[in-house]
């Protein structure tokens, strides 16, 4: 009888220790925050002065949940001829040779959302890149045989915002034109 007792003492032991492992694990599930979707709006505005040049929205689903991230690439590739002159044997000059390169041009956004806090904040890291072909004001374009310059407006940066709230990312002026050029990030949850 006492191996017998012994082996059911053991096996009620075995249960108690699983059902409370069982337990504990339910409690922790239960804690960890849901995955919440968020809309974030980034808006890229330029001035000249106090005069608003433009203003380019750009949305993006985030979802809060560790690990996720959301990326928005939007552009287009500018040629960009490089011409070299071959010169002949006896020095007079032959048609010239000509390449041609692509660069990048757009804008990139990167984003993470977590949850902080049970008050609804919300962790954003964001990183974006916004790069141009640079054209003289009243000139949407270059001129064939134009070289090309670029601008490019780069930041990161980690904000605390709650639904709905909206705040000034970033602001910086161009060295070049006396442009200013300011970055508005939106939290929206989605509901």
């Known amino acids: 009888m006492t191996n017998r007792f012994r082996t059911l003492a053991l096996l009620v032991i075995i249960a108690v220790a699983c059902g409370a492992t069982g337990r504990a694990q339910d409690q ?3 804690k960890a925050p849901a995955s919440t979707q968020l809309r974030v709006q980034v808006v890229l505005s330029k001035y000249q002065g106090d005069k608003k040049i433009s203003s380019l929205p750009y949305t993006l689903s985030v979802n809060s949940e560790r690990g996720s991230r959301a990326s928005l690439r939007m552009g287009a590739q500018v040629p960009i001829v490089a011409s070299t002159q071959n010169l002949s044997s006896d020095g007079k000059s032959v048609t ?5 390169n692509y660069r990048d041009v757009g804008t990139n956004i990167d984003c993470q ?20 072909v640079y054209t003289v004001e009243g000139q949407n374009a270059m001129r064939p045989g134009d070289h090309p310059s670029f601008r490019s407006f780069r930041s990161s940066n980690t904000l605390l915002l709650k639904d709905g709230q909206t705040t000034q990312f970033t602001t910086a002026t161009d060295k070049v ?3 200013v050029m300011k970055a508005d990030v939106t939290l929206t949850v989605v509901k």
């Open 28 to 30: 922790s599930a239960s």
């Open 96 to 100: 010239p040779l000509q390449t041609v």
């Open 113 to 132: 959302a977590y949850p902080v806090d049970p008050d609804g904040r919300y962790k954003l890291d964001i990183s974006f890149e916004d790069s141009s």
């Open 177 to 179: 034109s006396g442009e």
